[in-house]
């Protein structure tokens, strides 16, 4: 008898999401996007160990332009800002921030969101009504408003700014999980286990987590582009990473008052995010299309 046949639903997914991992690499978009994010990524990780001191200050050579216009130089090969401060390294020393904030911050917001989900769904009930009352509670606070009315108070910190994007954002999860969950335990084959025994803990362990996870990892993939924008707009209103330590949302707000004289200290760190969010994007949706044909 065919293996694919008697293995249970979970196996079998991820059985087909093995013979489609060759396929994903045939899909150009993919590529494109994943070869994005690998040089964003390295930029991020090796960059720092080429590039100047990103607090260097060089008065003599302030809002100097890029090198690929007039009265650049090589020295300074995306301008100087008002301080004379090196943009591009500004730019790399400013990515591990954002891409660590917004990947952290994604991480806690899968894991609580998971959990919530998880419970809510599959044992319903008055568990199902108090947990989605807390979720639509936390859904009512407008992103901006729940991060200045918490940041204010805190101050804006590493740790605080992960936090507040990932209670702005587990709702999301607990809210696609459950759903998903509910869907999941009316199966057959979850039917079958719970007559056969089986453990809630084991059913959803070994039945109903691996026909999930799909789903998760390419929202997750999708929401890290997401907290790069949050994280930055953040930065941009000064309740981000807070000077001297360089960040991609509080660069754009350096060169606010300086946008017709100086453009590229705000244009050229958002050219990053956008190139940056394109990436993760391309990766994330094109992930959600092919896990979605693997189920």
């Given at each position: 008898m065919n293996?694919?046949?008697?293995?249970?639903?979970?196996?079998?997914?991820?059985m087909v999401?093995?013979?489609?991992?060759?396929?994903?690499?045939?899909d150009k978009t993919?590529?494109?996007g994943l070869?994005?994010?690998t040089?964003?990524v390295?930029?991020?990780?090796?960059?720092?160990f080429?590039?100047?001191?990103?607090?260097?200050?060089?008065?003599?050579?302030?809002?100097?332009p890029p090198?690929?216009?007039?009265?650049?130089t090589?020295q300074?090969?995306?301008?100087?800002?008002q301080?004379?401060?090196?943009?591009?390294s500004?730019l790399v020393?400013?990515?591990k921030?954002s891409a660590v904030?917004?990947i952290?911050?994604?991480a806690?917001?899968?894991?609580?969101?998971?959990?919530i989900g998880?419970?809510?769904?599959?044992?319903?009930?008055w568990?199902?009504?108090i947990?989605?009352?807390?979720t639509?509670i936390?859904?009512?606070?407008?992103f901006?408003?729940?991060a200045?009315?918490?940041?204010?108070?805190?101050?804006?910190?590493?740790?605080?700014?992960?936090l507040?994007l990932?209670?702005?954002?587990?709702p999301?999860?607990?809210?696609?999980?459950?759903?998903?969950?509910?869907s999941?335990?009316?199966?057959d084959?979850?039917?079958?286990?719970?007559?056969l025994?089986?453990?809630s803990?084991?059913i959803?362990k070994?039945?109903?987590?691996p026909?999930i996870?799909?789903?998760v990892?390419?929202l997750?993939?999708l929401?890290?582009a997401?907290?790069v924008?949050?994280?930055?707009i953040l930065?941009?209103?000064g309740l981000?990473?807070?000077?001297?330590d360089?960040?991609w949302?509080?660069?754009?707000?350096?060169?606010?008052?300086?946008?017709?004289?100086?453009?590229?200290?705000?244009?050229i760190?958002?050219?990053?995010?956008f190139?940056?969010?394109l990436?993760?994007?391309?990766v994330?949706d094109?992930?959600a299309?092919?896990?979605?044909k693997?189920?």
């Amino acid at each position: 008898m065919n293996n694919e046949t008697v293995a249970p639903k979970g196996e079998r997914t991820e059985m087909v999401a093995k013979k489609q991992l060759p396929i994903l690499f045939l899909d150009k978009t993919l590529l494109f996007g994943l070869c994005v994010v690998t040089f964003v990524v390295l930029l991020g990780l090796i960059g720092p160990f080429f590039v100047s001191d990103p607090g260097k200050m060089d008065v003599v050579n302030r809002l100097k332009p890029p090198a690929f216009l007039e009265g650049g130089t090589a020295q300074h090969l995306l301008g100087t800002d008002q301080l004379g401060r090196d943009l591009l390294s500004r730019l790399v020393h400013g990515m591990k921030y954002s891409a660590v904030i917004s990947i952290v911050a994604v991480a806690f917001s899968v894991i609580f969101g998971s959990l919530i989900g998880l419970c809510s769904g599959y044992f319903g009930g008055w568990v199902d009504t108090i947990l989605m009352r807390i979720t639509d509670i936390q859904l009512a606070f407008p992103f901006i408003i729940f991060a200045v009315a918490v940041l204010s108070v805190t101050g804006p910190s590493f740790l605080m700014i992960t936090l507040v994007l990932a209670l702005v954002n587990w709702p999301t999860y607990a809210r696609v999980i459950r759903s998903l969950v509910l869907s999941e335990k009316e199966r057959d084959y979850v039917k079958a286990a719970k007559i056969l025994g089986a453990s809630s803990r084991r059913i959803v362990k070994n039945y109903i987590a691996p026909n999930i996870i799909p789903n998760v990892l390419a929202l997750s993939t999708l929401d890290i582009a997401a907290m790069v924008i949050a994280e930055s707009i953040l930065g941009f209103i000064g309740l981000g990473i807070q000077p001297p330590d360089p960040s991609w949302g509080n660069i754009m707000a350096d060169g606010r008052q300086y946008i017709e004289t100086a453009w590229w200290i705000t244009t050229i760190p958002g050219i990053f995010i956008f190139i940056s969010v394109l990436g993760i994007n391309l990766v994330g949706d094109r992930l959600a299309n092919h896990l979605g044909k693997a189920r």
